[in-house]
């Protein structure tokens, strides 16, 4: 006797065989192995879309540079941004904008004559340098790290205010990168370029 049933694109038949002609054992395996066959097809297509989801949910690289930046959550070290950080990537909006945009373009262009477009940050002194060449000479500037709501952005977020007026969102800090949102280079903010991607020099 044969019957089967059809699934999207699979078909399982099973064929049953007399039992005076095979033995239950040889049987019992033998639909356990077309059984599972379909399982098993069934189960590849749903690994593949969700293969598919999980990509389209990660940020690629773009012009060589690592777009894949997600928000801390919760409260940021203050000793983790110390150190030299080089500007490695602009984007023309802001953090919630980026986040909504799946193709993020790179619009920085280093125009350092000599050397990397850099942030320095001491946070033992609560101060920083802004963004300069790290060939030129750059003024330390005082700085109050706090976690909470930025009265820029009204976000609740880690955040550093400075010349009691100007606020910068750090939007998260590893060991290697860094992103800031804020006006840290004049030229990029007349065309909208709010959310920075910098890189760990030292």
Known sequence: ???????????????????????KLFLLPALAFLLSSCIVSTAAKIVTTTAKI???????????????VQKADGKINEDRID????????????YEQFAQDANPENN??????????????????EKFRPVHCESAEEELVKYKYDFGKNPL???????????????????????????????LIPKYAFSGGKLYLFEKVK
């Open 108 to 125: 920085y262009v280093n125009e350092c004559a000599d050397g990397l477009e850099v942030i320095e940050f001491k946070s033992n002194r």
């Open 153 to 183: 952005t009204k976000n609740k977020e880690n955040y550093l205010k400075y010349n009691s007026s100007n606020y910068i969102s750090i939007i998260d800090v590893t060991s290697t990168t860094m992103v800031l949102e804020g006006n």
């Open 83 to 94: 150190g030299v950080w080089k500007v490695v990537a602009v984007y023309n909006g802001s």
């Open 1 to 23: 006797m044969v019957f089967g049933f059809k699934t999207k694109k699979v078909n399982c038949i099973f064929i049953i065989f007399s039992p005076m002609k095979f033995s």
């Open 54 to 68: 999980g990509y389209s949910a990660v940020k690629g690289t773009v012009k060589g540079v690592s777009w894949a």
